[in-house]
């Protein structure tokens, strides 16, 4: 069985893309905070998750979650690889969203933002891979980014 459920706040906001084609689908991108249960040296810590919804559970996503708000979701881990740009084979690991809901209270979520003001920039993209499966890069690689084939 491959299940898993997390709890944590949204890194920055989820970055959705819509696949080309009469049908368009929705795949929002998004990583969570995920506190670790035990602190090192006293401080807190925490792993960053990066996960993937699709439909309808990708454009709930893009309307409602923002940068800091905490969410709780259930999926399934998918890994996979690509080459980048250098010639070097990436492996990836990432939560497949397929339920996610509101784990505190609108004014809990306003509060934690006041008190949280943004203040990096987002990281910069990895590089795109080289391939020639395109259907499989509409869907899992790139980090959110599409073949420019797929435009």
Do not use: W
């Amino acid at each position: 069985m491959n299940k898993v459920i997390l709890m944590g706040r949204l890194t920055r906001d989820p970055e959705v893309r819509y696949s080309a084609g009469e049908n368009a689908l929705a795949i929002a991108r998004y990583t969570l905070a995920v506190d670790r249960r035990f602190r090192r040296d006293g401080e807190a810590t925490a792993d960053f998750i990066s996960c993937v919804s699709f439909g309808r559970t990708a454009e709930f996503a893009e309307k409602y979650f923002r940068q800091g708000l905490k969410i709780i979701v259930s999926g399934r881990i998918q890994t996979g690889s690509y080459t980048n740009r250098d010639g070097q084979k990436v492996y990836t690991t990432e939560v497949v969203v397929e339920e996610q809901e509101f784990a505190e209270s609108k004014a809990a979520s306003d509060n934690y933002a006041a008190s949280h003001p943004q203040t990096s920039s987002p990281a910069p993209a990895p590089s795109m891979p080289a391939h020639n499966n395109h259907y499989f890069c509409a869907f899992f690689c790139c980090y959110g980014k599409f073949c420019s084939n797929l435009l």
